[in-house]
């Protein structure tokens, strides 16, 4: 046995790491990014701006500017504390080091987003992975049971949901926090393109803590989560979190994007318009089944055993999409498509009329 297999866990050794593929030259609608760039003479300005930050010191420790603007921008009561992440990643690895007594367990609906399990994983936690219903919905009935059984220590709730792209019944979600002797955590990375808000079940529930990300209104490259909650649950996650873990150039970038806000909001408005046309176009494609989305991403399901081969067609037209197919059973012949730029929707609609009427079969 090598050094490597006999040190290593064997639940790591048993893992693929987390696929990132390639985009280069491609149109990307893979990853849930914001499309649109900033306008130059804001570009211009945050330049200016990072040629003046200190970068042979280490960054403010706990982000306490970033976070002033993060509470003034969302609106978050003085009375909850913010706690901030290398993305929402990073946060779903405290939380998870945060209760990893031995047995203990997180509980998530399936499909959901793949981090939840690789960190359980990571963490030497149980996971319990709990099966939508066939159009997507939360089954109250089987997550209560699940609760009964498991007792999670943490449940996580995203919405919308990814890869689905729905919100879930608000009166469902009560009943799984109200159930529940753990923490539960609403992972709103997509809160920019819903009307939905769950900062007040904070008010409601003291096991109920809010994650939120940067990533999705237009700056995925900073990598800035944020989790909102009670001093009393944050005070204890501050004990984990490692010094320094948002640096200089995150922190300035992210006060500036901040302090001008109206522009990622703009694009976002505009992605949901977009989004809106782009349901629509793919909804006149023969073949294809549309399902509804509160993100800024749209499932959809090919005809039967067609998913793989409609990405690598459009793979092979320069457009990058991310299949589904085999990744979980509710998923079979579901490919995930990213809300681009107009030109972007209208090019990828151009290509998938192609591939659907061209019936290719590689």
Known sequence: MSRVKKLIRQ????????????????????????????????REAWADLLKDVPINRYPDASGEMVKDALREEMGVN??????????????????????????????????????????????????????????????????????????????????????????WDETAIQNIIEASQGLVILDEAYTAFTDADHLALLEKYDHVLVMRTLSKVGLAGLRLGLLIGSKEWLSELEKIRMPYNINSLTQASALFALEHFDMLVMQTEQLRVDRVVLMNDLTAIAGLEVFPSEANFVLVRTPDGMARNWFQDLKEKGILIKCLDGGHPLLKNCLRITVGTTDQNERLVTALNEIAQSGSVQ
């Open 11 to 42: 639940e790591i050794l048993d893992l693929s790491a987390y696929p990132v593929p390639s985009a280069a030259g491609m149109i990307k609608l893979d990853a849930m990014e914001n499309p649109y760039i900033w306008p130059a003479v804001a």
């Open 78 to 167: 003085e009375k909850y504390d913010i706690l901030l992440g290398n993305g929402s990643d990073e946060i779903i690895q405290m939380l998870a080091m945060a209760v990893a007594k031995p047995g203990a367990t997180i509980l998530a609906p399936e499909p959901g987003f793949v981090m939840y399990k690789m960190i359980a994983t990571f963490c030497g936690l149980n996971y319990v992975g709990v099966p939508l219903t066939a159009d997507f919905e939360l089954d109250e009935p089987a997550m209560l049971a699940a609760i009964e059984e498991h007792d999670p220590q943490l449940i996580f709730l995203a919405q919308p949901n990814n890869p689905t792209g729905n919100l």
